[in-house]
């Protein structure tokens, strides 16, 4: 243990985070930097959704506010409020790098979202993305159906989404589109098949994000315990070998994106109604580090957790950043998950809670 | 609606239930009879196993103060507290009518069972059984296991139990079995192969019970939902379709077990360590019949909730019963579901609680 030589990271980006807002944003956007992340994607379903630019400007300013060392990049919400013209202007003012889009009722406050069945209406939206370089961000699952010649349940919700993918891709093959989240062989294989042959960062048009839960948990990690269960669900164990594979394959198409989910404990503790979301950012990076380690491949984590992303998103220089003064270094250190975090009401519990981990974030003054 | 003709069931019984001990024992067990349910057939798992004829007649004589018109079937627990002798002995004294086996670890109260990968250990209690006419009851489940070449969870548990419920027949070809509340399609596919053929009832070796919960509920209804979390867990709607034309198909090798096993309102409500199982009694019948209706078989309801389990049983003479004196009569008659039963600390929701129901059972005068 004492021979390992910690490992500088550089500026970590975290490409899908949720910060909420209110009293749940006081507390857990300050982990961000914690965790071990310089950069944080932000998703807008907030309620209501943001699909204005005066909220996302006033939403960013709140969150610098209370984590002044962290790049917060903004997002909108796909949804009929939004206008091609909207879209131009936006990504002119830099007040987004890209829109979010959620099929309708799949996960927490989704239910303004898209038919993804039918992306048409949206195409004028895409294609003002497309000019302007906005990344489209989705989450790429078919809501739940039991009609006849249709059968979409949480196992099958992502692989049935990967048609629409395809179309989309093939239909703005200059869009850049991250799915998020991914979940399944099925989606790894797709991913890789839609980049073979890329061997230039720059070409590559559609990538994943990868949680950290992902890559640790199954179906059998939520049956019966809902704090850890999340949308898209964990799935089966091949799935899962497949994500952690693809994670620490070095390839440049998979990313980092946490999809950390906070909700107050009582939001998770419940017979019915559980609320989605595992909650990982305040220890972000060493619960990928494990994986990565468990697998024999510490040398690609950077890749993962801070090159890819940041290439694919166009955010690589320091001048992307609000503060690149201190580095991440991947340090040894068992430590143990606290059980909870915040007090009173508003009580979260982090991924692992009362599991020892092995590694640490510490920052650094950058060379 | 008026125009529906209350159906005499004559004397349901339920080959599935758990009536726990002490409070909760008080609480749920009159709702046997409630729930137009007769015959009660008792599952061991208390805390420690039921393993003693002390026991087993003792748990009979609280059982019976309780619910003095229930006829209850009772139930050894399978573990290497049994021996030959004593399933004689059990099986002379009329103690037991069978003996239920658990795959350790898998589902509540469950850790003292069997390995699932080799029975063999078992034979000589086996053999007993098959000589005594005792039926053997299969928590047909394979404990989850990520080793290579073994990828069990939850969803496959049941399949990949299937080889060894065929051996175990193979190997005692006249030891009456019943794969326990069943709830996949390749479990429904294994039974009718099994009985292929056959035309007497008397011929029927293998039977399946198929629990009410499991004809309404998917994956989907647990994921974010721990009040139908069970195990085995509710699987996809291809599943619960082969269930429903099992049940509703007039196969006298599928019959009707509960399955239903309260836990307090407080052990279901958890962010970690949901307890398994939900909670039927109090409404059995109904519940099945409205399935039954949505099927437009309600003709072959009792054949499902009383002829076919009682012929398998032989329990099917009102000698049987310690109460013939009245019948089952489903009525139309809408009523909602209670949020609980209970009170105080012991409180138990049930299956859909708040939903309407169109079916209620009266019990009327025997002709």
Known sequence: MSSFEPINLGNPADFHVHLRDGPMMDLVTPTVYEGGVS?????????????????????????????????????????????????????????????????AGVTTNSSA???????????????????????LNLHGEKPSSDKDGEEIHVLNAEESFLPALKK???????LKIVLEHC????????????????????????????????????????????????????????????????AV??????????????????????????CAGVFTQSLAISYVAEVFESQGKLEHLKGFVTEFGRDFYAVNSKLDLVDSSENAWLVKKVSKVPETIGEGDLVVAPFKAGDELQFDVEWRAAA
Chains 1, 2 share one sequence.
């Open 39 to 103: 950069i944080a994607y932000v998703m807008p379903n907030l309620v209501p959704p943001i699909t204005t630019i005066d909220r996302v400007v006033e939403y960013k300013a709140n969150l610098q506010k209370l984590a002044p060392k962290t790049t917060f990049m903004m997002t909108f919400y796909l949804s009929k409020d939004l206008t091609p013209e909207l879209i131009h202007q936006a990504a002119q003012q830099k007040a987004i790098s890209g829109v979010k889009c959620y099929p």
């Open 249 to 274: 394959s070095g390839k440049p198409w998979f990313f980092f994106g946490s999809d950390s989910a906070p909700h107050p404990l009582h939001a998770k503790a419940k017979h019915v109604g559980v």
């Open 183 to 246: 979940t399944t062989k099925a989606a790894i294989d797709t991913i890789n098949e839609i980049n073979s042959g890329i061997t230039n960062a720059e070409d590559i048009k559609v990538a994943a994000s990868i949680t950290a839960h992902h890559l640790s948990l199954t179906i059998d990690s939520w049956a019966g315990a809902p704090i850890n269960f999340c949308k898209p669900v964990a799935k089966l164990p091949s799935d899962k070998k497949a994500l952690v594979s693809a």
């Open 168 to 174: 989309l891709h093939a239909d703005f093959p200059n």
């Open 113 to 135: 979202g898209v038919d993804p069945n039918d992306f048409s209406d949206f195409y004028p939206i895409f294609k003002a993305m497309e000019e302007e370089n906005l990344i």
